[in-house]
């Protein structure tokens, strides 16, 4: 099984839907993050959580919302979808640590229409 | 902010050694890391890099000078599965040092 598991790994959904992926960890760390990843434009990042009461914005949070629902639980909500949404998206975690790596799930592709 | 840059494609040979250019402008630098990329799949990490130097693990290794702003990921004994993305992150003071910023990523096509 996998230690970062997000759900589900496809979806499409209609624009002005709110959808939520979600992403789990039997890992055992602390530190979430949820990124997307373009054609071109790389892995950007969305918002971060170093621990359940720790929310922050990265990059490009607008028109996404996030919650931690436990240590192993991460979500990312989109209130309203919309087709330049479209896009992989990315959970990640790491431990504390300047050297630490990031360890990624399987990615979800999303496709607003 | 970051500014990191690395070539968008590359293509060598089965076989053959193949070096992967990243240069990055940013504020206290602490740290690049290396990751690997097959086509939909997760990223996976490769290497990572705080000091000056060389830091060799296996057919991989990865070179970087601070002072240069510059890294590169060398490959040596090419194989066909070594075709993917290969992303260049660095961590630095402009996120906290909390968060990894990255590339654009160069796709590597090895040929037989």
């Known amino acids: 099984d996998a230690d970062v598991t997000q759900t589900p790994r496809n979806r499409i959904t209609k624009t002005g839907k709110r959808i939520m992926l979600e992403c789990s960890q039997t890992?055992?760390?602390?530190?979430m993050y949820w990124y997307r990843q373009d054609p071109g434009l790389g892995l950007r990042l969305i918002y971060y959580?170093?621990?359940?009461?720790?929310?922050n914005k990265g990059e490009i949070s607008d028109g996404y919302s996030v919650s931690r629902q436990a240590q192993a639980k991460f979500s990312l909500s989109l209130e309203s979808a919309i087709p330049n949404q479209t896009a992989l998206y990315f959970c990640a975690t790491s431990v504390g640590g300047l050297d630490s790596e990031a360890f990624f799930g399987q990615g979800t592709r999303l496709t607003v229409v | 902010g970051q500014n990191i840059d690395q070539p968008t494609e590359m293509t060598a040979t089965e076989g053959a050694i193949v070096q992967i250019n990243c240069t990055y402008q940013?504020?206290?630098?602490?740290?690049l890391f290396w990751y690997q990329q097959h086509a939909g799949e997760a990223p996976t990490f490769l290497s990572y890099?705080?000091?000056?130097g060389l830091e060799e693990k296996g057919r991989f290794s990865s070179f970087l000078s601070r002072s240069k702003g510059y890294s590169y990921l060398l490959l040596k004994e090419l194989q066909m599965k070594d075709s993917a993305s290969y992303l260049c992150a660095v961590r630095d003071r402009a996120s906290g040092y909390s968060t990894l910023t990255f590339g654009k990523g160069t796709m590597l096509l090895v040929s037989p």
């Open positions: 959580s170093f621990d359940v009461k720790d929310i």
């Open positions: 890099n705080v000091l000056d």
């Open positions: 890992k055992g760390h602390d530190r």
């Open positions: 940013t504020s206290g630098f602490n740290g």
